[in-house]
């Protein structure tokens, strides 16, 4: 039996995010059924992460198991000659037995983009969040620098996510590698946050209260303070999901 790794393209402004459900269409669904219809068996793919509702991925990691004989090369283009356009696999490999798309996994990198000119250009509405004023970019910075390393991080997780019943878990501690604003242009804003792991709406909820910051209606003493509380109704509002990019799976060979 193969252990194939997919690495997965996707824009996912019509689809209710990658996890599949009942209430509407998921990119988990149709790659596990076009899939399904190569190998010619049922079959469950795992991804390494589970984007929201109209969320974007540049680089999404997937893997199953198979007892076909079919190449890599050809699975990557019978998958993409049966995939909507909005779904696109980059590669496909086989590795080792025990690879595991979200266990194998040592960090993820996020980017959301904002655009803060008078006028967002159609073609980019899909991928950008448009905040139609300057903002102030050092105290965003500043506040920024503050995530990195080891926190909990329960002010900016989405309320009843998470079973916080459940033992021998981490909760809501997790450790950001990278938190920084990219300035390309002047009116072009990257967040860009790479971390060992990612709560439901965690990337969002710090956009958003960190946009209030940057619009003067909150103070980076505030800020430190919503970090510090862990109570998720004192954090600022969740940004819309069209802003926000799954950049990056990290694994050991490329970590």
């Known amino acids: 039996m193969q252990t194939i790794k997919l690495v997965i393209a996707y824009d996912g402004t019509n689809y209710s995010g990658w996890q599949k459900q ?79 798309a979200r266990y194998s996994a040592l960090a993820k990198t996020y980017r959301y983009t904002i655009f803060t000119g008078p006028i967002l250009c159609p073609h980019n509405r899909l991928y950008t969040l448009h ?30 996510s998470r079973d916080k019943s459940r033992e021998n878990s981490r909760g809501a501690v997790r450790t950001l590698f990278r938190a920084e604003l990219e300035q390309p242009e002047p009116s072009l804003i990257h967040f860009v946050f790479t971390g060992d792991g990612f709560l439901r709406h965690m990337v969002r909820s710090i956009v958003g209260t960190i946009l209030e910051i940057g619009s003067g209606k909150r103070t980076i003493e505030e800020f430190n303070q919503i970090l510090a509380c862990k109570d998720r109704n004192q954090a600022g509002t969740t940004a819309a999901s069209c802003g926000l990019l799954l950049v990056k799976v990290h694994y050991e060979q490329d970590w």
């Open 131 to 160: 905040v139609p004023y300057q903002l102030s970019i050092a105290p965003m910075r500043e506040c920024l620098a503050k995530l990195i390393g080891e926190h909990d991080f329960s002010s900016f997780e989405k309320t009843g």
């Open 22 to 100: 009942k209430n509407g269409p998921t990119i988990q669904d149709k790659v596990e059924r076009a899939v399904s219809m190569i190998c010619n068996t049922e079959t469950v793919v795992h991804s390494a992460g589970r984007t929201d509702s109209g969320v974007h991925a540049l680089a999404m990691a997937a893997h199953f198991k198979t007892n076909s004989r079919v190449s890599c090369d050809d699975l990557q283009r019978g998958l993409n000659s049966l995939l909507p356009a909005a779904i696109r696999i980059l590669s496909a490999s086989e590795e080792p037995a025990d690879f595991h």
